[in-house]
């Protein structure tokens, strides 16, 4: 194991206004060695050599890996570019990042603000918070209505744009006011993805994210990650990983590090073809709640274009009836009817089959893929047409 995967140094150097492109081809690769692959392979672990006093950074697998360590960095020059007070950890599932963020911070008689509209396993992220005796207050992620329940709270959850609803919230505002009461923030930024919004620079102590979805992007890995700007902060959340073992495998771990160096093809695709969708979709009769924040008549679009520098690959939009809604995810040809969303294959779905979202039968959440723009939007509009009956 030489010093490039020890945990030493921060790999090679980056001009900090190296452009996204080159930022995630270069994201996390340490320096080379000669007739070393650019990317070590993964590193399977259970324990390493470790004679004499416990030092040096792997001494266990549950603690670290350097699989791991290499991707961190490579989540870190994506997240916050030139911060030196920044890091990351990873996990094994989204919500193993959610979980440490709030678990680890929050005690009995603490209050949190979640979002009454966003991803629905946060309903059981309540439920849980609250038999540990922590306040939980809610509020919609549209108009920026955390404001109204901050009073006396511990942590602000925010998550912009919502999953699926697409709303979307001012971070620096919403950021600035909690702060000065005195709580954390916490941004789930899965939807957009660093390339798309930078929390930490908009305020945020900590940015959380799935990597199952778009930072992958290939929907065969699952992955969290929480990139955090205080170090006592992130502490508390390391210590929570390692308490419950939420690690990732190091095969995942390097496949998703592998992954991120298409990170910018994929998002700059996918979301070129997503305002293409949503411009088309604007046009169907049967087509009600259009949202995208890339839309400029989106209610979102103006508060996006402040904070977002791409937005995201995901449309939402409601068809007139539960049955029309599932006769059009039949009827499409070149997406495959599934849930998650980000990847290179296009998917969608009803969203209200789960029960936990608060949307009409006919809701529709749809991912948009690296297809061709054409035969995507081609395909939509003919699946539309033949559901028609």
């Not at 690959?313 to 809604?325: D, E, G, Q, W």
């Not at 969203?351 to 054409?374: H, K, L, Q, T």
Request: charged share 25%; aromatic share 6%.
């Amino acid at each position: 194991m030489n010093d490039a995967t020890t945990g030493a140094g921060h790999g090679p150097a980056r001009p900090d206004g190296a452009g996204d492109g080159t930022r995630a081809v270069r994201a996390g690769l340490p320096e080379p060695v000669k007739h070393e692959p650019t990317l070590p392979g993964p590193v399977f672990a259970a324990h390493f050599h470790l004679p004499g006093d416990p030092t040096g950074p792997y001494t266990y697998g549950r603690d670290e890996n350097p699989t791991w360590t290499l991707l961190e960095r490579a989540i870190v020059e994506l997240e916050a570019p030139g911060r030196e007070d920044a890091e990351a950890l990873v996990f094994a599932s989204g919500m193993a990042a959610i979980s440490s963020v709030l678990f680890s911070q929050l005690r009995a008689g603490d209050a949190v603000v979640l979002p009454d509209d966003g991803y629905q396993a946060l309903p059981l992220v309540r439920a849980q918070l609250e038999t540990f005796g922590i306040e939980v207050r809610t509020a919609p992620t549209g108009g920026d209505a955390q404001l109204e329940v901050l009073d006396g709270a511990k942590l602000l959850w925010i998550e912009t744009p919502s999953n699926p609803g697409l709303d979307v919230c001012d971070v620096r505002r919403l950021a600035e006011a909690a702060h000065a009461q005195g709580a954390l923030v916490a941004v789930d930024n899965t939807l957009a993805t660093p390339l798309g919004q930078r929390p930490l620079e908009l305020g945020a102590d900590f940015s959380v994210a799935s990597g199952t979805k778009q930072l992958t992007g290939h929907g065969d890995v699952l992955l969290g990650c929480v990139t955090g700007r205080d170090a006592d902060a992130m502490a508390a959340v390391r210590r929570w990983r390692k308490i419950v073992g939420a690690i990732p495998g190091p095969m995942e771990a390097w496949l998703a590090h592998r992954s991120i160096a298409t990170l910018h093809l994929r998002v700059d695709r996918q979301n070129a073809t997503a305002l293409a969708l949503a411009r088309a979709l604007r046009e169907r009769p049967e087509v009600t709640g259009l949202r995208y924040p890339g839309l400029p008549d989106d209610p979102s679009h103006r508060t996006a274009s402040q904070q977002m520098r791409r937005y995201g690959c995901v449309v939402s939009f409601t068809l007139p009836s539960r049955a029309r809604a599932e006769r059009f995810l039949d009827a499409l040809r070149l997406v495959d009817d599934a849930t998650s969303f980000g990847g290179v294959r296009s998917t969608a779905e009803r969203r209200g089959r789960w029960g936990g979202d608060a949307v009409p039968e006919g809701f529709v959440r749809f991912s948009v893929g690296a297809e061709d723009p054409e035969d995507l939007v081609a395909d939509v509009l003919r699946a539309l047409a033949d559901s028609d009956v």
